[in-house]
């Protein structure tokens, strides 16, 4: 039978997971129905809440720091109106319920690796960067290429994620969620895009797109495309950029069937809202 174990610090912690047949717990939201299905029923958990210092938002001279244990509604409170973070403050706004949001954390979000979370490409596309913590040391790993697989991490034994880092921006960011309802749902597709831009051309960009492979995903193809464009000035320039990111989009994702959508489905909805928020994001950077 497993038990659960409580540390006091995130260096006993550390040492709790090193050894042994352990995982780590923090909002809970996932563990229960992730044992209702069967999976951890053999495993102790170790539960983080006592970890006052890895919860909250810290403004700093390399960027915002982020715990790994702040809940979706104070990242929504803190972030909302400001620049390109208010794309995180969406992103957490739309995940679960108000319960979820007021119990889940962004570490579990990110850890639980699944394809469809909603905070993790606004992460990628602002470059956020995470600290994990062992009782050696530290270290800080880019977000991008973190996720191995639906549930995989390369995160190892023993380590914590403490804290997630993204460097400030002066450009502007987007993210939107499609689901089969407004409210409580799981995405068919989610997409994050941060934009710079001067003269007209496209200086810095990045795209992230969720439930559109094994693992969220940036469109690296699909950002080299648009890097060559200048602001379309008509609508036929815009529906010939909407057929050019499709093209691109084929070599970026591969979206699958399931209970939710079709693969091809989930493409069509890619490709339309990847235009979208390209357009929203050169226009606001044009005001």
């Not at 780590?24 to 970890?51: P, Q, W």
């Not at 941060?194 to 094994?214: C, D, Q, V």
Request: hydrophobic residues 40%; charged residues 25%.
């Amino acid at each position: 039978m497993s038990q659960m174990l409580i540390p006091n610090t995130v260096t006993e912690a550390c040492q709790m997971l090193s050894s042994g047949n352990r995982v780590a717990c923090a909002g809970a939201t996932n563990l229960y129905v992730d044992r209702e299905k069967g999976k951890y029923l053999d495993r102790d958990i170790v539960s983080l809440h006592r970890l006052k210092e890895l919860s909250g938002i810290r403004e700093e001279k390399d960027g915002w720091h982020i715990g790994s244990l702040t809940t979706f509604d104070l990242i929504e409170d803190v972030f909302r109106g400001q620049g390109s973070m208010d794309a995180l403050a969406e992103a957490a706004s739309l995940v679960g319920g108000p319960q979820i949001r007021n119990r889940g954390t962004i570490g579990g979000n990110i850890l639980s690796a699944s394809p469809a979370a909603d905070t993790v490409p606004v992460l990628m596309a602002l470059d956020a960067v995470l600290v994990l913590v062992s009782e050696t040391g530290q270290r800080m790993v880019s977000i991008n290429g973190f996720m191995k697989g639906p549930g995989r991490t390369a995160i190892h034994q023993g380590k914590i994620l403490t804290e997630i880092v993204i460097p400030f921006k002066t450009g502007a960011a987007r993210f939107r969620k499609v689901g089969k309802r407004n409210a409580l749902a799981i995405s068919i597709i989610n997409v994050a895009v941060y934009m710079e831009k001067e003269a007209g051309r496209i200086t810095a960009l990045t795209i992230a797109i969720g439930s559109a492979g094994p693992t969220a995903l940036r469109a690296f193809h699909t950002e080299e495309l648009l890097r060559t464009w200048k602001r379309p000035d008509s609508e036929e320039k815009w529906q010939s950029l909407h057929e050019e990111i499709a093209i691109a989009l084929s070599e970026d994702i591969s979206p699958i069937d399931d209970i939710r959508a079709t693969g091809s489905y989930r493409k069509t909805v890619a490709d339309n809202v990847v235009l979208q928020l390209v357009r929203e994001l050169w226009e606001a950077c044009e005001k």
